[in-house]
């Protein structure tokens, strides 16, 4: 056993210096530079996500959006920490020790984990709270005698809460603690009802902000980026493909026999229900969307299947063993490539000529810095006398991916609008008619980008326009254009 913790720890401590070296080399993806311009903007709740990523990354900046390097240390911590909490977990619920730590090894090696939450996304902080929830309301229902129970169940719900304030469907976890309490003997305690209304404190300016705002993030995850939604073949299969890529094809099969397995075994014992309750209630809402949603990421229905190999750790079934070991080989190869892709530069040499380089998308990690110095050199050029702080100046782009790294990049002291096609954060930011008043505005783009026309300026000319070629493994990953627009100047050409 003291071969398999070791094993486990030194895994761990080497994938922390491998992000630690990360941290140090890549940016931000588009999704985690939206994420840090929320520390420019404190809201309790943006279009997309409730605001508890935005508190994160502006403490991480000291009220400023913080640098990458500062914010890959911090997942980089959290993710180490949380394969010995996964560890607690499992022997909480009744878990063998050498099975605990299988399920520590497991959540090690699955990409969506390993690869994912490297990112400062909602999911990387909802993972380790709904970890500490299984944990905490594991502790509160067992059946023992603890006079620490009613400490258990307010941990429970505090957590639950702030899941919910992370990433909304983390709500959820205040029903699975509602409904598993309401099996046990405990329901006739005003615990796990305090705790439930904990964690409703906790997530209260999220909805707050919802009713007052009239409900601008559910119109937008439900309505406005569902304009195609609707099931169909397309959605099925990529739902389906999406979990043999993120959780691995071995790890995938398996979830599907842990999930048969933990429906017969559902009402074993308090930590059993607890378990299935957490993956049943969830999995419906999940999947519903994940098969709706023509815009639906497979990360989403992730929080359903956490609880899978908690369950089967207290009881493998014959084949898992083997069957684990297998997946673990599987997925950590891919995680392992993975980084290497992402990490070793004459990577991108291997796509085959031809290929448009925006399909890699590793590629979203690097350039930015050359593009946001070539910025900030054309807006220092461009202050004249009449505007020596720069204020009469906007920074547009054609879509919120572009927009959110110059925001994040540039920092609170550059104006920043966009022109996504449908509404946005930086509508409420920088409005469009605020942005369009400007006396100059930098539109900036790139090659992902290249049919999306620069917006309509009437008493706007175009002055000036420049471009930064970014190379990665000897081949051209992003092109970045800068064009001017400027209210008074005479066009150089139409």
Same mark, same amino acid.
């Given at each position: 056993?003291?071969?398999?913790?070791?094993?486990?720890? @030194?895994?761990?401590?080497?994938?922390?210096?491998?992000?630690?070296?990360?941290?140090?080399?890549?940016?931000?993806?588009?999704?985690?530079?939206?994420?840090?311009?929320?520390?420019?903007?404190?809201?309790?709740?943006?279009?997309?996500?409730?605001?508890?990523?935005?508190?994160?990354? @502006?403490?991480?900046?000291?009220?400023?959006?913080?640098?990458?390097?500062?914010?890959?240390?911090?997942?980089?911590? *959290?993710?180490?920490?949380?394969?010995? !909490?996964?560890?607690?977990?499992?022997?909480?619920?009744?878990?063998?020790?050498?099975?605990?730590?299988?399920?520590? $090894?497991? *959540?090690? #090696?699955?990409?969506?984990?390993?690869?994912?939450?490297?990112?400062? =996304?909602?999911?990387?902080?909802?993972?380790?709270?709904?970890?500490?929830?299984?944990?905490?309301?594991?502790?509160?229902?067992?059946?023992?005698?603890?006079?620490?129970?009613?400490?258990?169940?307010?941990?429970?719900?505090?957590?639950?809460?702030? +899941?919910? %304030?992370?990433?909304?469907?983390?709500?959820?976890?205040?029903?699975? !603690?509602?409904?598993?309490?309401?099996?046990?003997?405990?329901?006739?305690?005003?615990?796990?009802?305090?705790?439930?209304?904990?964690?409703?404190?906790?997530?209260?300016?999220?909805?707050?902000?919802?009713?007052?705002?009239? /409900?601008?993030?559910?119109?937008?995850?439900?309505?406005?980026?569902?304009?195609?939604?609707?099931?169909?073949?397309?959605?099925?299969?990529?739902?389906?493909?999406?979990?043999? #890529?993120?959780?691995?094809?071995? $790890?995938?099969?398996?979830?599907?026999?842990?999930?048969?397995?933990?429906? &017969?075994?559902?009402?074993?014992?308090?930590?059993?229900?607890?378990?299935?309750? %957490?993956?049943?209630?969830?999995?419906?809402?999940?999947?519903?969307?994940?098969?709706?949603?023509?815009?639906?990421?497979?990360?989403? $229905?992730?929080?359903?299947?956490?609880?899978?190999? /908690?369950?089967?750790?207290?009881?493998?079934?014959?084949?898992?063993?083997?069957?684990?070991?297998?997946? $673990?080989?599987?997925?950590?190869?891919?995680?392992?490539?993975?980084?290497?892709?992402? !990490?070793?530069?004459?990577?991108? @040499?291997?796509?085959?000529?031809?290929?448009?380089?925006?399909?890699?998308?590793?590629?979203?990690?690097?350039?930015?810095?050359?593009?946001? @110095?070539?910025?900030?050199?054309?807006?220092? %050029?461009?202050?004249?006398?009449?505007?020596?702080?720069?204020?009469?100046?906007?920074?547009?782009?054609?879509?919120?991916?572009?927009? +959110?790294?110059?925001?994040?990049?540039?920092?609170?002291?550059?104006?920043?609008?966009?022109?996504?096609?449908?509404?946005?954060?930086?509508?409420?930011?920088?409005?469009?008619? +605020?942005?369009?008043?400007?006396?100059?505005?930098?539109?900036?783009?790139?090659?992902?980008?290249? =049919?999306?026309?620069?917006? %309509?300026?009437?008493?706007?000319? &175009?002055?000036?326009?420049?471009?930064?070629?970014?190379?990665?493994?000897?081949?051209?990953?992003?092109?970045?254009?800068?064009?001017?627009?400027?209210? &008074?100047?005479?066009?150089?050409?139409?």
């Amino acid at each position: 056993m003291k071969r398999r913790i070791l094993a486990l720890a @030194a895994l761990v401590l080497v994938a922390t210096l491998v992000r630690l070296h990360a941290a140090r080399v890549v940016g931000f993806g588009d999704s985690e530079a939206l994420y840090a311009c929320y520390a420019l903007h404190p809201q309790a709740a943006y279009l997309d996500h409730p605001g508890l990523v935005g508190v994160v990354m @502006a403490e991480l900046g000291g009220g400023g959006a913080p640098s990458p390097t500062t914010v890959h240390t911090l997942t980089t911590v *959290l993710l180490a920490l949380s394969i010995p !909490l996964a560890v607690l977990v499992a022997r909480a619920s009744r878990a063998s020790e050498g099975a605990a730590l299988g399920v520590g $090894f497991v *959540l090690f #090696a699955v990409p969506e984990l390993a690869i994912g939450l490297f990112g400062l =996304t909602p999911d990387a902080l909802l993972f380790p709270t709904t970890l500490l929830f299984l944990l905490f309301a594991t502790l509160a229902l067992r059946p023992e005698d603890d006079a620490r129970r009613p400490v258990w169940f307010l941990l429970a719900g505090l957590s639950a809460g702030v +899941a919910a %304030s992370a990433k909304v469907t983390g709500i959820l976890l205040l029903v699975v !603690l509602a409904v598993a309490s309401a099996r046990t003997a405990r329901a006739r305690t005003p615990w796990p009802w305090l705790g439930i209304l904990l964690g409703g404190i906790v997530v209260s300016p999220v909805v707050l902000y919802e009713i007052r705002h009239g /409900f601008p993030m559910a119109s937008h995850r439900l309505v406005s980026t569902q304009a195609d939604g609707g099931f169909s073949l397309r959605n099925v299969l990529a739902f389906a493909g999406g979990q043999l #890529a993120y959780v691995s094809p071995v $790890f995938a099969i398996l979830a599907v026999a842990a999930a048969r397995r933990l429906w &017969r075994a559902r009402n074993a014992d308090p930590q059993a229900r607890l378990l299935f309750l %957490s993956f049943a209630i969830q999995a419906p809402v999940l999947g519903f969307l994940a098969l709706w949603s023509r815009v639906a990421e497979p990360h989403w $229905f992730a929080p359903a299947l956490l609880a899978l190999p /908690f369950a089967e750790a207290r009881a493998p079934g014959p084949l898992t063993r083997r069957l684990a070991h297998a997946g $673990f080989g599987v997925a950590l190869g891919l995680t392992a490539l993975v980084h290497a892709w992402v !990490l070793v530069p004459a990577s991108a @040499a291997l796509v085959p000529a031809g290929v448009d380089p925006k399909v890699d998308i590793a590629n979203e990690l690097y350039g930015w810095n050359q593009a946001l @110095a070539h910025a900030r050199d054309v807006l220092a %050029s461009d202050r004249g006398p009449g505007d020596p702080d720069g204020s009469g100046i906007a920074v547009v782009g054609p879509h919120w991916t572009v927009c +959110a790294q110059l925001h994040a990049g540039l920092g609170r002291g550059v104006a920043v609008g966009c022109d996504t096609p449908i509404r946005d954060d930086f509508d409420g930011w920088l409005p469009r008619h +605020a942005w369009r008043a400007r006396e100059k505005i930098l539109w900036v783009s790139d090659n992902r980008f290249a =049919t999306a026309p620069a917006p %309509s300026l009437p008493g706007h000319s &175009r002055t000036l326009e420049s471009r930064v070629r970014v190379m990665r493994g000897g081949r051209t990953a992003r092109i970045f254009t800068f064009t001017v627009f400027e209210r &008074r100047a005479q066009a150089l050409w139409p």
